[in-house]
């Protein structure tokens, strides 16, 4: 459905679909079965069983990207992962919704004794073995303008070209963009004061390239990674 919703969007240039649930309103008590989805569309001025309600699909980009073990290890020491992001191999491809609970409450519950039992026997580190953060010389925060276009870049990008639907030329506009703007972040991080907006920008941009990188390599279509090449 979201990929038909998706082409849909492309195809007419609107920015939604609509949802009408009028015809199954007057047959079920919607409100018993839905109070929270009912109550969030009213709040922000909808309401539901009278009008059309406004959809757009979601990306689930790091959808089981995240190869772990049994105890939720992954690659990196240190980090664990766990949920949706995980990889696990339990459910396959499509591990959306309520497939992920294993792995929400499973390995959640795992890794969470893994990382006690390592926390209890692993040496604290040492203060000396910690290179020390150098600020910038500027006086001044980064420019939340700027940190703002950016991540605009970064979601756009992403969304056009690494979404729903993947191509290969797609995926290779996006590498491409990408790998532009991060240095202009990378430069942008060196310059301007440690701060947490120019921390997650930088995270952000590494992560995107990753799922590009990762997509590029994967020419078969399964599960959330769909690609029409």
């Not at 018993?32 to 709040?43: D, S």
């Not at 992001?85 to 499973?106: D, I, M």
């Not at 532009?180 to 310059?191: D, Q, S």
């Not at 921390?199 to 992560?207: A, H, Q, V």
Request: glycine share 8%; aromatic share 8%.
């Amino acid at each position: 459905m979201s990929r038909a919703i998706f082409q849909e969007i492309a195809t007419t240039g609107d920015v939604c679909v609509f949802l009408d649930l009028s015809p199954v309103a007057q047959r079920l008590d919607l409100e018993a079965r839905f109070p929270k989805v009912l109550a969030t569309c009213r709040a922000e001025g909808f309401e539901p069983l009278r009008q059309r309600i406004p959809v757009v699909p979601a990306a689930h980009y790091f959808c089981g990207g995240v190869a772990v073990d049994l105890d939720g290890h992954t690659s990196l020491p240190g980090l664990f992962a766990v949920g949706e992001v995980a990889c696990t191999g339990v459910h396959g491809a499509n591990r959306l919704a309520s497939t992920s609970l294993l792995e929400g409450l499973l390995w959640g519950y795992r890794a969470a004794e893994a990382a006690i039992r390592e926390c209890e026997t692993a040496e604290p580190p040492r203060a000396e073995a910690i290179q020390p953060w150098i600020p910038a010389s500027g006086p001044e925060a980064a420019d939340p303008l700027l940190i703002e276009q950016d991540w605009t870049n970064v979601r756009t990008t992403l969304w056009n070209y690494a979404g729903i639907v993947r191509t290969k030329a797609r995926l290779e506009r996006a590498r491409g963009d990408m790998g532009h703007l991060y240095h202009r972040i990378e430069a942008f991080y060196r310059e301007a004061p440690l701060s947490r907006p120019i921390l997650e920008l930088r995270n952000g941009i590494t992560c995107a390239r990753l799922i590009l990188k990762a997509a590029l390599l994967n020419p078969e279509s399964r599960g959330c990674h769909y690609r029409v090449d």
